[in-house]
């Protein structure tokens, strides 16, 4: 008899992590280990100093499964798959096929490390149409010591599968989080912006995000209205520690500080908060719209998510993350193309590349007109919310991602495990015979005579 045995999957990634690409990571485990097709095994990575807490919470859907595939000692031969998600320039093939998982870039030019990487998987897979056509684009004259020319450009295959957002927790509800409610109660304005993200580097207008401009713009706006609404950041730099948060607000108090007249109220949320929390900040009722300035994005999972709450979200009109917010339902500012800023160049953001600056003015406009009007944003907000949660779920992405693979992965050789037949104990030779049984008390045979007869001799 014999059992097939499954081919082996080796997925490296920070599946534990808070971070965009931490959620990106457990969405590919989740829908390999769902396929059911290969054996599984994970082996989790870090993603910066973001926090890995997404595996402590194991109530939390596929937790304990992902959990059970991690892989606790080395594999002892090559998977037949290996799935490593990454930005580009670490990738490493490791398996017999090899696919490579990155949200790539923010900008119009990725560095050349990233297209050798990606050269180096059997194919890659990006979350967004921008994603893509970035990389496809980017080409490269590498001159080396000799003189000789080499062109450097993308001749790997490359596939979008966007990120899904799971509708069981980010959805339109009205059911109470007991954290998220405490940390709000305490904020007496009825109408708030809602910004999510991550604070990085940058001087003022040149962190990615561009929250110190959307602080300095807020503020502006609002500063000496009477019953303004205020602004909410969920932000953090690259922890959620004191100091962190110390940074942050150091950084607002030196952008209003600038500022003169009466100010609106802006609030610092800070710190670890599960998909449950979350999903309750976007449907909070003091919080009426979503805001974010960002330079770019990969995909922009957080902007998603914010629709799948029925609000209306002002935001940039370039990057990922107009594969799931159209013009004719979206609220997206305009700006235009600009160099990356000095302070904000590093070894991902270079400084040969562009991302957009969002036109200050008609945000400000923006701004003021959602909070003066804003019943009139609501349909299309509603309409948004319907579509995304039926185009861009979990389950559609995760069937896509698997979609992309059997179209693209080579037939592996089967392997069976071969059950062997049970076999008789043999006594060796040379063993001593056998005991028998009641020796000592068998009566011991008297010895027979036998008479043989006689025989004439032949005659001759």
Same mark, same amino acid.
């Given at each position: ?95 017999? +096929? ?63 599968? +966007? ?29 708030? +912006? ?206 896509? +991602? ?59």
């Amino acid at each position: 008899m014999s059992n097939e045995i499954k081919p082996v999957c080796l997925i490296q990634g920070p599946v534990a992590s808070r971070s965009g690409y931490g959620d990106h990571a457990f969405q590919i485990a989740t829908a390999m280990i769902q396929w059911g097709k290969f054996d599984v095994k994970i082996l989790p990575t870090r993603w910066g100093s973001c926090p890995n807490t997404m595996l402590d919470d194991e109530s939390f859907p596929m937790v304990k499964e992902i959990k059970a595939c991690i892989q606790q000692t080395p594999l002892t031969a090559q998977p037949e798959l290996f799935i490593q998600i990454s930005i580009p320039n670490e990738f490493q093939p490791r398996g017999k +096929f090899n696919v490579g998982v990155t949200a790539g870039i923010e900008s119009t030019v990725p560095k050349p490390e990233w297209i050798e990487g990606l050269n180096r998987m059997n194919f890659n897979i990006v979350p967004s149409n921008f994603t893509k056509e970035v990389f496809v684009k980017a080409a490269y004259v590498r001159r080396h010591d000799n003189g000789v020319e080499e062109k450097v450009a993308l001749n790997r295959p490359m596939e979008v599968a +966007f990120e899904g957002v799971d509708t069981r927790v980010y959805r339109k509800t009205n059911a109470p989080e007991q954290g998220t409610d405490t940390a709000l109660a305490a904020i007496p304005e009825d109408f708030c +912006f809602l910004f999510v993200g991550h604070w990085i580097q940058g001087d003022l207008g040149a962190d990615r995000k561009d929250i110190g401009m959307l602080v300095k713009v807020f503020s502006e706006v609002f500063k000496n209205k009477k019953n303004p609404p205020a602004l909410i950041l969920k932000a953090s730099g690259p922890t959620f520690s004191l100091m962190d948060k110390t940074e942050i607000l150091r950084k607002i108090h030196e952008i209003r500080k600038t500022l003169t007249g009466n100010l609106p109220n802006i609030y610092l949320l800070h710190g670890d908060m599960t998909p449950l929390e979350m999903n309750r900040l976007y449907n909070h009722p003091k919080v009426k719209a979503h805001v974010n300035f960002t330079h770019g994005e990969g995909f922009g999972r957080p902007l998603l998510e914010a629709t799948l709450s029925g609000k209306p979200l002002l935001t940039t009109g370039w990057s990922g993350h107009l594969d799931f917010l159209p013009g004719d339902l979206a609220n997206l500012l305009p700006g235009t193309l600009g160099n990356i800023p000095p302070s904000a160049c590093n070894e991902w953001l270079i400084k040969e590349a562009m991302w957009f600056n969002v036109n200050y003015s008609v945000a400000a406009q923006k701004l003021e007109d959602v909070f003066e009007n804003y019943l009139k944003y609501i349909p299309n907000a509603e309409r948004l919310r319907l579509q995304n949660s039926e185009k861009f779920t979990l389950e559609a992405g995760n069937k896509l +991602f698997v979609d992309i693979l059997e179209r693209n992965l080579p037939v592996f050789e089967k392997k069976v495990a071969v059950t062997l037949p049970k076999f008789k104990k043999i006594t060796p030779l040379g063993s001593p015979a056998p005991a028998v049984a009641n020796l000592a008390t068998t009566t011991p045979q008297q010895p027979v005579a036998i008479t043989l007869p006689k025989f004439n001799a032949p005659t001759a």
